[in-house]
């Protein structure tokens, strides 16, 4: 079976939206997209996610962003690993339109996106991954469809913008498996699912 990785670029106040460029998702009126640049130093932030097997689980905003960017970066570029296997990973898209998904292997999740992941887990597969994609990964944590959280937190407070976490996420409990702090201060952490809420009480009996 397939497992379903949620990897994400998040903020102190837990927004996720437009970590990449000024121009990547202006929506609700968010100036500060780019936040992560000033930032970045390590090539492999990820700590080899994308070095094994992957299929890629995308909404279609970051779908198009993605396809109009990896495609053109060269073999030979500094970023020219990731786009190779960008470029060679099947991916999976939550699109209404799907005859226009020109990006090579790529194919639409359907009318019942949770369903039809829920559908890929059960397949023998390499692991899903997801990048950006703030609206589907909101209806993948309320459906409890998430294995591990793959969170690169970067020491900035946004105050708006799209968050991590809504409303509709589900109770979950989970184990912190590894984490570590780049040289520019961004904190990598993985998170692997492990069962349910668990509650007590400090007061006395």
């Known amino acids: 079976m397939s497992r379903l990785i949620a990897a994400v670029m998040v903020s102190l106040d837990g927004v996720m939206q437009a970590p990449g460029g000024p121009d990547e998702d202006t929506s609700g009126g968010f100036a500060h997209g780019g936040w992560v640049w000033p930032y970045a130093g390590e090539d492999e932030a990820m700590d080899g996610l994308f ?29 020219g690993g990731i786009a190779d296997a960008f470029n060679g990973a099947t991916k999976y898209v939550a699109t209404h339109h799907p005859d226009t998904l020109a990006w090579q292997h790529s194919h639409a999740l359907g009318a019942d996106v949770v369903s039809a992941v829920r559908a890929l887990k059960h397949r023998d597969g390499p692991d899903l991954v997801t990048q950006g ?73």
């Open 51 to 79: 070095a094994q097997p992957f299929a890629l689980l995308l909404g279609r905003r970051t779908y198009d962003i993605f396809a109009g960017y990896w495609p053109q970066v060269p073999s030979d570029a500094p970023h």
């Open 133 to 205: 994609s703030s609206d589907l990964l909101h209806q993948l944590l309320a459906s409890d469809v998430v294995d591990e959280l793959r969170l690169l937190t970067y020491p900035v407070l946004l105050g708006r913008g799209k968050r991590l976490f809504d409303d509709r996420t589900q109770a979950a409990s989970f184990r912190l498996a590894a984490s570590r702090t780049t040289k520019t201060g961004v904190t990598v952490s993985r998170y692997l699912r492990n069962g349910d809420v668990r509650t007590g009480s400090f007061a006395n009996d």
